[in-house]
């Protein structure tokens, strides 16, 4: 829980600009409330069925607390419902001042697909994000719970209860499942049922990670030589109810490293993984579920950071280069489902991203879910904190376009019904359409948790053993996975081309401004006008800063590497720009490090997120 701390010249101000802070924010809930009129709770229900989003991103902002109220401290966060047209937004109100010193209130609006105030309970909060993990899981495929937030928004108090609450649903899905396939009611099955349910739990700190079960046992993750992650040395619990799952996650919780910081003295300096690995014991050819319970540590601007020695210092570098790493993980995977742009997924950037390699991987074969939740502190005197914590969280929401951007016949994510079946049947004599898909699409089929696929495989006869079935799964998948990555190349190409073309055109334009000293003096303008821009954005929009960096280290990379898997006269083309392409590469590279230094310069009043962001996309290279 936050501690108390002596209140800066700042936060007298802002607790005694309270009515004009008041009735700011009141004048603006009135004009967004005429704008967009109230969605109706049928409305919100509809949008939560249609949810068949792979990335959720939601906050919670928790109610200000008794102790707060009685220091003068009130909340300055407006949330409000998506519909089905709108989306769920959180509006941070924030005092400045003016150039002539008279105060304003300042609004930045974010939007999420889920936005929950202090009124919402648990349960509402578990309904619309965690509980669609469990199916996933269950039937093969990964789902992943992240929670983030600043110290004393009320993480634990959320994730404690969903985690209760995942534990409930898990084992009585096991049931129903064994109910369903047996017709044994749940009552006379055991609690986990036809499944194995395996947990352990461990720490990220930096580079280490601890075991939170037997601490402080040393753990590593590492991909074998199979491509599979490994959490070597791991002390693994079997769990048979949901009493031993919350025994063990509240063993593991009373471990976990804390550390004191300028903030709170319990604040986590770590990341904690709480993994369940969930084997059917019914469908043994079935990939083992994976659910994953992620406690991120906090991320703290420069000012936080001032009050602590070197070690801490790179700590903390060292946790928000995960997290960029990881936000970078979660955006650009999902993008790489729904555009066809070129996305780079650097889970291998960060220990917290290489494990869950099996969500991030664009060729994995498995059904994913991410939800992502954060807590906000309402207070007025945490804005800044909060608005670190939505700049974090609000870029992983990616629109789904109306219209897939995917038009090639051979992806099945595109197929109606009747072209599916028309699939299976030319594709296998023993496996009945009728019986696999009924009435699905090809996306339908594509969300059925794998053990569901294999087992209605197997109800289409004898002859079709679990293994004959899990090889169809894999057979249809691949269609998935070579139509994206066929997109991706199509994509890279089209870039390449117009890279060869500019460079033509602009070998063509610097031959002609050397021989014209009025050209060359335009260009030397827009070179500088071009470096101001930068520098603005440092201030403005660090954010655009970095992904337009990010944008250009893409284009570097895509130059030199689009020579592999192409036709011999798109390589004739490659070949055509391929000569200088290592070279220009180079300098490009270097050309974007000093971009980055320029803007950095005397630069120390930069949030340490801010400062990660850079790191990492040098480190990326
Ligand atoms: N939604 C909520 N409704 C009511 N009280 C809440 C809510 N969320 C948090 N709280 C209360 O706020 C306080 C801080 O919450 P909590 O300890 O969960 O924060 P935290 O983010 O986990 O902090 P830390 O990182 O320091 O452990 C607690 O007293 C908790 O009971």
Redesign the pocket.
């Known amino acids: ?2 501690q108390q701390h002596d209140l800066s010249w700042f936060e007298d101000k802002a607790l005694s600009q309270r009515e004009f802070i008041e009735k700011e924010m009141a004048k603006f809930t009135r004009t967004i409330m005429k704008e967009s009129p109230e969605t109706s709770p049928q409305e919100v229900e509809a949008n939560v069925e249609d949810d068949d989003r792979d990335v959720v991103i939601c906050v ?1 902002a ?2 200000v ?1 008794p102790a707060e109220l009685e220091r003068g401290i009130f909340p300055a966060i407006l949330t409000t419902d998506g519909g089905v047209t709108t989306e769920a937004k959180v509006y941070v109100h924030s005092l400045e001042y003016k150039l002539n010193g008279l105060p304003k209130v300042t609004t930045k609006d974010f939007g999420v697909d889920y936005a929950f105030d ?1 009124t ?1 309970s648990n349960d509402q909060v578990y309904n619309k994000t965690a509980k669609k993990l469990i199916p996933i899981a269950l039937g093969g495929g990964v789902g992943s719970l992240f929670a983030s ?10 994730m404690t209860a969903i985690e209760n609450l995942i534990a409930r649903d898990l084992f009585q899905s096991a049931q129903e499942y064994r109910q369903n396939q047996n017709g044994i009611p749940a009552d006379q099955v055991s609690d986990s049922a036809d499944f194995e349910f395996r947990v352990c739990f461990f720490e990220i700190l930096g580079n280490k990670c601890y075991d939170l079960l037997e601490y402080p046992n040393e753990v590593t993750i590492m991909e074998d030589v199979l491509g599979q992650i490994q959490v070597n040395g791991v002390h693994e619990e079997q769990v048979h109810n949901p009493d031993q799952l919350m025994k063990i996650i509240a063993r593991g919780a009373e471990h976990r490293k804390t550390a004191a910081t300028y903030k ?1 003295d ?3 300096r770590s990341h904690a993984v709480c993994r369940i690995r969930i084997k059917n014991l019914r469908q043994l050819e079935a990939e083992e579920g994976l659910l994953y319970l992620l406690d991120l540590a ?1 991320s703290e601007s420069a000012a936080d950071s001032k009050h602590h020695d070197k070690e801490r210092a790179k700590e903390k570098l060292d946790i928000n280069k995960s997290l960029a790493t990881l936000k970078d993980c979660i955006r650009n995977r999902a993008l790489a489902v729904l555009s066809t742009k070129h996305v780079h997924v650097p889970y291998r950037n960060s220990r917290l991203t290489l494990l869950l390699k099996t969500a991030f991987e664009l060729s994995s074969t498995r059904a994913c879910r991410t939800v992502v939740i954060a ?1 906000l502190n309402p207070s007025v005197l945490d804005t800044g904190h909060s608005l670190n914590t939505l700049r974090y969280i609000s870029p992983l929401k990616v629109e789904i376009p109306v219209t897939s951007e995917s038009t090639s016949p051979e992806d099945p994510t595109s197929w109606s019904n009747t072209k599916l079946k028309e699939w299976v049947n030319e594709h296998s004599e023993v496996i009945n359409a009728e019986i696999l898909c009924p009435t699905e699409s090809g996306k339908q089929l594509l969300k059925l948790p794998e053990s569901t696929f294999i087992d209605r495989c197997v109800k289409c006869g004898p002859t079709v053993t679990p293994k004959i079935a899990k090889a169809f799964y894999n057979k249809f998948w691949r269609l998935v996975v070579d139509a994206r990555t066929k997109i991706r190349q199509d994509k890279d190409l089209a870039i390449l081309r117009n890279i060869a073309e500019r460079r033509r055109d602009g070998q063509e334009h610097l031959k002609s401004v050397q021989n014209d000293p009025e050209a060359k003096k335009r260009m030397e303008k827009e070179r500088e006008r071009h470096q101001e821009w930068l520098k603005r954005m440092v201030d403005e929009d660090p954010e655009k800063l970095a992904q337009w960096v990010e944008s250009q280290r893409i284009a570097a990379e895509i130059e030199a590497t689009a020579g592999d898997g192409m036709s011999p006269e798109e390589y004739s083309l490659w070949l055509e720009t391929n000569k200088e392409v290592a070279e220009y590469r180079q300098a490009r590279l270097k050309e974007i490090d000093e971009w980055i230094d320029k803007a950095l310069e005397g630069r120390d009043d930069i949030s340490v997120g801010g400062r990660a962001i850079f790191a990492a996309l040098r480190s990326m290279k």
């Open positions: 829980m936050a919670r928790r109610p607390l202090e919402a937030g600043q110290t004393g928004s009320g993480k634990t108090h959320t709170n319990t604040s986590s906090g807590t």
